[in-house]
Each structure stands twice: as structure tokens, then as C-alpha cells.
């Protein structure tokens, strides 16, 4: 009776485990199977197509500079994971290892504000764009996506911070190192496990970011993916190149993909690692 209820349990398990997988990968496996489509193809439902349309990939370089969209891309996430990571990597250091008045009602000010909705803060964030003369321009995005991503690294680096022994900082001290020397070269070697996570987390969150890109960007050149992506048009207004959209989406998930995979035991034990104390 036991083995077979052991049995049953692990049939159970494995089919849950098969059908979340098929779940998590269907969409990613139509989408691919849609980019390989053209016209009237799209609306026929097959495992795979019988000729695949491999010209939409070229097409979406061609028909628009959807190059330049993934470089926009690039260089305004790569930008806000660096400068999130440094002033999160600082203010966890003050947030974590230094008692001062005030510091609970801080952090839950800083929990607080990565909760509000992007919309509640749209205007307010337009008008700052407008008055620094930023409309248009990479360094709008950049300025607007720290609001969501700041806040996050904050409060993740610093339940890693305050986890890390104090016996490092009080040999550091004696040695007669300044805070900042604990902070940058003490401290933070211990902290890679924790950057790669909350910096893979804050890329993701920048490169699928739509609302703040469609609504401080204007011309073709100065868009990121996503709004390229969803302003894509056929050859008249009445027409969705669906074939070419699939595509582009594929072409932008690939590299998301690829970082968790290089990345993933890092990501692993740096979600891990701030469960245990001690």
C-alpha cells in the first residue's frame, strides 16, 4: 500500500511538473512557430509550418531600424542595472550595517514606493522629463526606470547586507579601514550572488518596460523594443504584420533567455542565500 501511494505521489509530481513546463514553454513554442508565417498561414493551426517565412527575421532589420531599437534598449537597461546596483550597493551598506533614527520608517518608505502603480506617477514623471529637457532621449528612460528598479535593489542588497557577519566589518575597522573601503571592498565580493540576481531582475524589468518608453519617446530612433514592437505596422493601417511582431518578439526574448541561462546558478544561490541567517 505504501509503495503504491509513494508511487502515486511521484506520478503526480512528474505529470505536475509536465504540465507546468508545457504551460511555461508554449507560448515561447508559438510565438516562434507564428514568426515563420506569412498572410493567410497565420490562421492555420499546425505544429510547424510547411514553408517557413525565415525572411521575416531579415525583415524586421529591414523594413525599419529595429537594430537601433535593440541597441536603445541595451544601453538604457545596461545603464539603470549599473547605476541601481551602485546607489543600491551604497544605501544598503547605511540601510544594513548602521543604526540611526528613522531607519525602519526608510526602508518601509522605500517598500512603499516600488509599489505604486507606473500610471499614478506618469504625469508628474513627464513633466520632470520636460523640465530637464530630456523628452525623446535615452537619458528620459534611464531617469524613469530607476523609480521602479531603485527601490527594489534597496530593500533586496539590504537583507543581504545586514546577513553578513559583523566580525568582517569590526576586523576592517581595526585595521583602520573607512566605511566606504568596507562597504566597496569588503562587503561587496561577498555580494556578487545578490548583484547578479537583483541585476538580472532589474534588466528584465527595464528591457520589457512600455509605458514610460511609449510615453517619453517620440521619433523611431530614440524607441525601445517593446514600443517598436507594438507600433509595427503592414502595409496599410488595417494590416498587423503578425509574422514579422513574432518574430521581433523571439529576436528580444533570446537574449533575456540567455542571461538566466549563463547566469543561473548565480541567480539560484542569491535568492537563497539571504533565506538563512547566520
Known amino acids: 500500500m505504501r509503495k503504491a501511494l509513494r508511487w502515486l505521489g511521484r506520478a503526480t509530481f512528474g505529470l505536475l511538473v509536465v504540465v507546468i513546463t508545457l504551460y511555461t514553454l508554449f507560448p515561447f513554442y508559438w510565438a516562434v512557430v507564428s514568426s515563420l508565417k506569412q498572410g493567410s498561414a497565420l490562421f492555420e493551426v499546425e505544429a510547424w509550418p510547411r514553408n517557413p517565412a525565415w525572411q521575416n527575421y531579415v525583415l524586421v532589420f529591414t523594413e525599419q531600424p529595429f537594430g537601433r531599437n535593440l541597441f536603445n534598449s541595451v544601453v538604457v537597461a545596461s545603464t539603470v542595472v549599473l547605476i541601481s546596483l551602485f546607489l543600491a550597493v551604497t544605501a544598503a551598506f ?21 509599489m505604486f502603480p507606473q500610471i499614478a506617477v506618469l504625469s508628474g514623471m513627464f513633466e520632470l522629463v520636460r523640465w530637464l529637457g530630456l523628452y525623446n532621449t535615452l537619458p528620459a528612460l534611464t531617469l524613469s526606470y530607476l523609480l521602479f528598479t531603485l527601490p527594489f535593489t534597496v530593500w533586496v542588497l539590504t537583507t543581504f547586507m545586514r546577513e553578513l557577519p559583523k566580525e568582517l566589518e569590526e576586523a576592517a575597522v581595526m585595521d583602520g579601514a573607512s566605511p566606504w573601503v568596507i562597504c566597496m571592498h569588503v562587503f561587496l565580493p561577498l555580494l556578487k550572488p545578490a548583484l547578479v540576481t537583483t541585476g538580472l531582475l ?3 524589468a527595464a528591457w520589457n518596460e512600455f ?33 514579422l511582431i513574432m518574430a521581433a518578439s523571439v529576436i528580444v526574448t533570446v537574449p533575456l533567455i540567455v542571461l538566466v541561462l549563463i547566469f543561473q546558478r548565480r541567480i539560484v544561490s542569491g535568492l537563497t542565500a539571504g533565506a538563512v541567517k547566520g
Do not use: N
Open 211 to 243: 509605458l514610460f518608453a511609449l510615453t517619453f519617446t517620440l521619433s523611431q530612433e530614440a524607441r525601445t523594443v517593446p514600443v517598436a514592437i507594438a507600433l509595427m505596422s503592414g502595409a496599410s493601417q488595417y494590416e498587423l504584420p503578425w509574422g
Open 202 to 204: 532589474a534588466f528584465i
Open 94 to 114: 547605511a540601510l544594513g550595517r548602521i543604526r540611526f533614527f528613522g531607519r525602519t520608517p526608510l526602508m518601509l518608505m522605500i517598500l512603499a514606493v516600488s
